[in-house]
T-cell receptor, first 112, second 114 residues
Framework: KQEVTQIPAALSVPEGENLVLNCSFTDSAIYNLQWFRQDPGKGLTSLLLIQSSQREQTSGRLNASLDKSSGRSTLYIAASQPGDSATYLCAVPFMGNEKLTFGTGTRLTIIP | DADVTQTPRNRITKTGKRIMLECSQTKGHDRMYWYRQDPGLGLRLIYYSFDVKDINKGEISDGYSVSRQAQAKFSLSLESAIPNQTALYFC?????????????FGPGTRLLVL
């Protein structure tokens, strides 16, 4: 069974700093990995999807990396802003790449 | 207008009551999902449907049922609600794109079972 872990559960950093969020998974036979953002009281928004053949994917100030062999992914956020405050979740497919297993998320707070 | 909508957004009910949560999408996707989210447990898959005639159980389907009335509509029912079904429920749709499957989530329904 695939297990996805995100540590820490919560993180607070001053505005302007660069930061890294971590995601680890137990079964490296994945098709892709996704990072999502969840704002309080709202649904999830897909940020980045990395194919298993890729090592990095970038969108604006966000950069996600994937190391299948070690079962790890990181989400790098550059020059953090208060609007980046949210919960960030990673997810990987299981059971034939059709459904997602989610991590429990990291709640990020950017301090102005 | 939102691509994936859920009704109601909030619901309080009593133990033993039957309730239905509804999901509609305008994205034209065939695949739809129901998840629940609990603090410390992340999102867990309840049911999923890959087309109108296809219904599959997820990790935690006991106590739930679903109906795929049309491509755009996927409803989740709690036949006899119990307090441990108190959670945030999300509907999602997915599109199998060039780089894999991307899921699109509704805003969620917050359910409290007393």
């Amino acid at each position: 069974k695939q297990e996805v872990t995100q540590i820490p559960a919560a993180l607070s950093v001053p505005e302007g700093e660069n930061l890294v969020l971590n995601c680890s998974f137990t079964d490296s036979a994945i098709y892709n990995l996704q990072w999502f953002r969840q704002d309080p009281g709202k649904g999830l928004t897909s940020l980045l999807l990395i194919q298993s053949s890729q090592r990095e994917q970038t969108s604006g100030r966000l950069n996600a990396s994937l190391d299948k062999s070690s079962g790890r992914s990181t989400l790098y956020i550059a020059a953090s802003q208060p609007g980046d405050s949210a919960t960030y979740l990673c997810a990987v497919p299981f059971m034939g790449n059709e459904k997602l297993t989610f991590g429990t998320g990291t709640r990020l707070t950017i301090i102005p | 207008d939102a691509d994936v909508t859920q009704t109601p957004r909030n619901r309080i009910t009593k133990t033993g009551k039957r309730i239905m949560l509804e999901c509609s999408q305008t994205k034209g996707h065939d695949r739809m999902y129901w998840y629940r989210q609990d603090p410390g447990l992340g999102l867990r898959l309840i049911y999923y449907s890959f087309d109108v005639k296809d219904i599959n159980k997820g990790e935690i389907s006991d106590g739930y049922s679903v109906s795929r009335q049309a491509q755009a509509k996927f409803s989740l029912s709690l036949e006899s609600a119990i307090p441990n079904q108190t959670a945030l429920y999300f509907c999602a749709t997915s599109d199998l794109g060039q780089w894999g499957e991307t899921q699109y989530f509704g805003p969620g329904t917050r359910l409290l079972v007393l």
